[in-house]
């Protein structure tokens, strides 16, 4: 049972149901604990985690992440107990925790696996230097969030990522009162966000279909 509320609660976040997602999640916990099978359990936590963001509760979905990391490190898990203070980065930043964010930055970078030794994350998950940019931002750290969004823009290929990084550099650009790069990175980062949006369109209906 625990295994079927399970994958109901993916198709239904596919589907964008969060409501009915949470709904069958939280059956899907009571079934896996009731088999004593705790590791299931934090699957759906995960899941969880990804609903809550959705909607835009990050207070409930840092909670759930705070649980899933005591989880892991309890049990000597430390890539994914990093990975999951890793998968809060984001929401601190927006919400302005910088203190926190920093020492769970340093946690992940040093335990997660996913970083090599250049310092440079693995393939797929540069997103993160967007979200490392917006805080050297926040710190008035400009070289630094120049050099990470410049990272982004280099390395990640993908529509998402070349929004994010030109968005990013426009924002930096706009700090600095230099307004033809400003507009430069804005009128990229408007280009990427209709082909991002076209692409989650073509993806809804193969999801529906």
């Given at each position: 049972?625990?295994?079927?509320?399970?994958?109901?609660?993916?198709?239904?976040?596919q589907?964008?149901?969060?409501?009915?997602?949470?709904?069958?999640?939280?059956?899907?916990?009571?079934?896996?604990?009731?088999a004593?099978?705790t590791?299931?359990?934090?699957?759906?936590y995960?899941?969880?985690?990804?609903?809550y963001?959705?909607v835009g509760?990050?207070?409930?979905?840092?909670?759930v992440?705070?649980?899933?990391?005591?989880?892991?490190?309890?049990?000597?898990?430390s890539?994914?107990?990093?990975?999951?203070?890793?998968?809060?980065?984001?929401m601190?930043?927006?919400?302005?925790?910088?203190?926190?964010?920093?020492?769970?930055?340093?946690?992940?970078?040093?335990?997660?696996?996913?970083?090599?030794?250049?310092?440079?994350?693995?393939?797929?998950?540069?997103?993160?230097?967007?979200?490392?940019?917006?805080?050297?931002?926040?710190?008035?750290?400009?070289?630094?969030?120049?050099?990470?969004?410049?990272?982004?823009?280099?390395?990640?290929?993908?529509?998402?990522?070349?929004?994010?990084?030109?968005?990013?550099?426009?924002?930096?650009?706009?700090?600095?009162?230099m307004?033809?790069?400003?507009?430069?990175?804005?009128?990229?980062?408007?280009?990427?966000n209709?082909?991002?949006?076209?692409?989650?369109?073509?993806?809804?209906?193969?999801?529906?279909?």
């Amino acid at each position: 049972l625990s295994r079927v509320y399970g994958q109901m609660g993916v198709i239904y976040y596919q589907q964008n149901l969060i409501s009915r997602q949470l709904s069958v999640l939280a059956k899907a916990e009571k079934y896996a604990l009731l088999a004593n099978d705790t590791m299931a359990a934090m699957s759906d936590y995960w899941q969880k985690c990804n609903a809550y963001e959705w909607v835009g509760n990050t207070r409930a979905a840092i909670s759930v992440l705070d649980t899933l990391a005591s989880f892991y490190k309890s049990r000597s898990m430390s890539e994914s107990y990093a990975r999951a203070l890793g998968r809060s980065i984001p929401m601190l930043i927006a919400t302005g925790n910088t203190a926190k964010a920093m020492s769970y930055i340093s946690i992940y970078e040093r335990l997660s696996g996913l970083f090599d030794n250049h310092g440079d994350i693995a393939q797929g998950r540069e997103i993160y230097y967007f979200h490392k940019g917006i805080l050297c931002l926040k710190q008035n750290s400009l070289d630094s969030a120049e050099f990470y969004f410049r990272k982004e823009l280099h390395d990640g290929k993908d529509y998402n990522n070349q929004n994010a990084a030109s968005k990013g550099l426009y924002m930096l650009y706009d700090m600095m009162h230099m307004a033809d790069s400003a507009a430069k990175y804005a009128i990229y980062s408007y280009a990427m966000n209709d082909s991002v949006y076209a692409q989650m369109e073509t993806e809804t209906i193969g999801q529906m279909a």
